[in-house]
């Protein structure tokens, strides 16, 4: 066990700025990583009361669990159960069928004749049956632990699920009898439907079913257990409600757990970024939905479902999931691109910024936000990372057609016209935006290696590798600029405060302004506790600019001051107060767990730590930044480039590093200078 995992399991380190360093202050953790790869919240040994929420999903349904412990240590939960194939009037981005299910809602328990649930009467308790909330476990399936009798000799271990592949979620209740004598145990029967009325829902009605499983009377002998379960599930007009195995499918959802798990495995000497890249890997991959419109991934938080953006999707998470090699994940952004290129045209006018509904409709209300840029960038690097050739074909016109479109935008100093960004008008963006335009330069020279790969003509790839040169020197002279001081980026023309997003060209290997961005990113006036702080004075943040800034700072090799800051927002992350993913923003959406930001946590590591770019179908570019005090680190099961293999890097020496590439049980070895660039063909 290293140092840093001992630290972690009793304490996180919340970090504040002083004169651009970072000062460490110890405090406690609410939760603790387990052997198992899950972590755990020691209710008993803990500040009370708390509150948080997090969201788990399958391939027809999202479960969103809101729960607090008050001072007593009673449990209360809220469950809000999301459809994204049931359809809602207007059909529009948020028309997702749902229905919330508090603990009044569910059967009442006896025990030995007594009830366990309780009643409230003028703000006062009654029940003749104390529980005690002892622990909760996280890891794609949350497990509550509770005492129902002082004396500990009766034990509630709870267990909520989503269905992998049904319109399904699960309430396991386990009694666990460590009493000398039998105790009698009743769940009330319960059946409870919900329907829509047509006038409110898409081919409906739709019904909403919440039912008991092994309810009735039973004797629970001492050492033994029992399980009742009760289920929430959606069924739609005409068809039949699906018949529920509890066992199969708690066995289903571990199971695909267990099948990420085992997919891009981060291993390094420190445990907790070992674990925090797990979770996101579990939380950008499970918030996949089957929809009549292909299999979508859609962000979630009680919002966004059953829809695709040129941001998220095609932006964000996309380019993981050429690296991941999960075949739903593939699946969904060969289906999003698809989807983008029905809106291809003529004419050039915009592809709209979202497709919801199934595919049904779109949205566009912030007009076009670079969203062009958005999808040439991340549909040629997922195109290279995938490496397959029929793949990169079909994905080559909506890249060709996105391009010329951003070129058809440039303005008269040379960088790219957009009506908003990716805030969508939250903050003042200017008429062209600094994301926009280097977005656009990465996918030039994606493009340009994309196209090589492809054996087109030569010409095209001399053509956008000359454009993208041109550009990068646009974008100096455009927004290069000494803002509060730092000599680094003016978001777009007129900004004189320092924006989060000054970090984009460190992620696309401009360098020029790399020391003073970098110094400005971790400054006073943008560090925050939760990160970058969207714009210098104010307390909105997005985890998004952090996550970019933070790979951005590893792939520009500023190796040790980046781990100080990925540890701490990792630990805040995974183990403080509001776990165990990234999240979308604040005070907006309440910190959601939305699923594409987990995307951009794990490309932390494969792009800035790992520093691997694709540069052909078979081939990358690597530029390895190991800290000082790691001996190695490894990527192990790759599904990339069409292949499978592993990735180790060791130090060797101060000043030379060994990386190993095993692929086919063959291993080939290869040594270069700390800082150097490696190409390594497959």
């Given amino acids: 066990m290293t140092k840093l995992f001992k630290l972690c399991s009793l304490s996180v380190v919340v970090c504040f700025l002083s004169n651009s360093r970072i000062t460490a202050q110890i405090t406690e953790n609410r939760w603790r990583i387990e052997p198992n790869g899950s972590i755990y919240w020691n209710i008993e040994k803990s500040k009370l009361p708390h509150t948080d929420h997090i969201e788990m999903s399958g391939q027809q349904v999202s479960v969103w669990l809101n729960y607090t412990v008050d001072t007593t240590g009673r449990f209360q939960l809220s469950r809000t159960l999301v459809f994204p194939s049931f359809r809602m009037k207007p059909n529009d981005t948020h ?38 909330t002892t622990g909760i476990y996280q890891y794609g399936i949350m497990q509550i632990g509770s005492k129902l009798k002082k004396e500990g000799t009766l034990l509630l271990e709870r267990y909520l699920y989503p269905s992998v592949d049904k319109p399904l979620a699960i309430e396991t209740f386990v009694f666990i009898n460590k009493d000398s004598k039998p105790v009698k ?52 007009n005409g068809s039949i409600e699906k018949q529920v195995n509890v066992e199969a499918e708690k066995l289903a959802r571990k199971n695909r757990v267990k099948a990420l798990s085992s997919l891009l495995q981060l291993q390094t000497p420190d445990m907790l970024l070992n674990t925090s890249f797990a979770f996101a890997k579990l939380r950008a ?45 593939s699946q969904s952004a060969i289906n999003s691109y698809r989807l983008f290129a029905g809106y291809m045209n003529p004419s050039y006018k915009p592809i709209p910024s979202s497709i919801v509904a199934e595919g049904d409709d779109y949205w566009n209300g912030a007009g076009d936000r670079g969203d062009q840029a958005m999808i040439a960038y991340g549909a040629a690097r997922f195109a290279l990372t995938y490496g397959k050739k029929e793949t990169a074909e079909q994905l080559w016109p909506l890249i060709e057609w996105c391009l010329e479109y951003c070129d058809r935008k440039k303005n008269a100093e040379g960088v790219i016209a957009s009506d908003s960004d990716e805030l969508e008008g939250r903050f003042p963006a200017g008429k062209a935006n600094l994301c926009t335009s280097t977005l656009y330069y990465d996918a030039l020279l994606s493009a340009a290696l994309l196209s090589t790969s492809l054996h087109l003509d030569t010409k095209i790839a001399l053509n956008y590798r000359s454009k993208a040169e ?17 000599n680094t980026y003016r978001y777009y023309k007129e900004n004189e405060v320092l924006r989060s997003w000054i970090c984009l060209p460190l992620t696309v290997d401009i360098l020029d302004r790399k020391k003073e961005t970098i110094d400005a990113l971790r400054s006073t006036r943008l560090w925050t506790p939760d990160g970058l702080a969207t714009q210098a004075g104010d307390k909105t943040f997005w985890d998004r600019s952090t996550l970019y800034a933070l790979r951005g700072m590893l792939a520009a090799g500023e190796t040790e001051k980046s781990m100080d800051y990925l540890t701490y927002y990792s630990q805040r992350r995974l183990l403080g107060e509001h776990v165990p993913y990234p999240v979308e923003a604040f005070p907006e959406g309440n910190q959601r767990h939305l699923s594409a930001e987990s995307g951009l946590y794990c490309r932390i590591y494969t792009e800035g730590l790992f520093g691997i770019r694709p540069t052909g179908l078979n081939q990358f570019k690597m530029t390895p930044h190991l800290p000082q005090n790691w001996p190695f680190m490894s990527l192990k099961n790759i599904r990339a480039f069409n292949t499978v293999f592993d990735l ?21 070895v290869y040594f270069i200078k700390s800082g150097e660039d490696l190409t390594i063909t497959l």
């Fill in 185 to 236: 145990l009743e769940m009330e029967y319960a059946f409870r439907e919900l329907k829509t009325d047509t006038s409110r829902s898409v081919n409906g009605p739709h019904s909403f079913i919440c039912k008991t499983i092994n309810n009735g009377l039973k004797w629970v002998q001492p050492g033994d257990s029992v399980s009742f379960s009760v289920e929430y599930q959606a069924v739609k």
């Fill in 95 to 132: 028309a997702s069928f749902m229905y919330t299910v508090k603990d009044q809602d569910l059967p009442r328990f006896f025990i030995d004749g007594k009830p366990l649930k309780e009643d409230i009467i003028n703000g006062r308790h009654f029940s003749n049956l104390p529980q005690q």
């Fill in 648 to 668: 180790t890097v060791k130090r060797k020496t101060k000043d030379e590093i060994e990386i190993d590439v095993i692929q086919n049980g063959k291993k080939k």
């Fill in 285 to 329: 991959t499970e918030s996949i939905f089957l929809t009549k419109g292909g299999p979508m991934h859609a962000p979630g938080g009680l919002s966004y479902y059953g829809a695709i953006w040129a941001n998220d999707q095609a932006e964000y998470v996309n380019p993981f999931f050429g690296m991941l090699g999960d075949s739903l994940a």
């Fill in 470 to 486: 041109t550009l990068k020197n646009a974008i100096e002279n455009y927004f290069g600029a000494k803002v509060e001081g730092f």
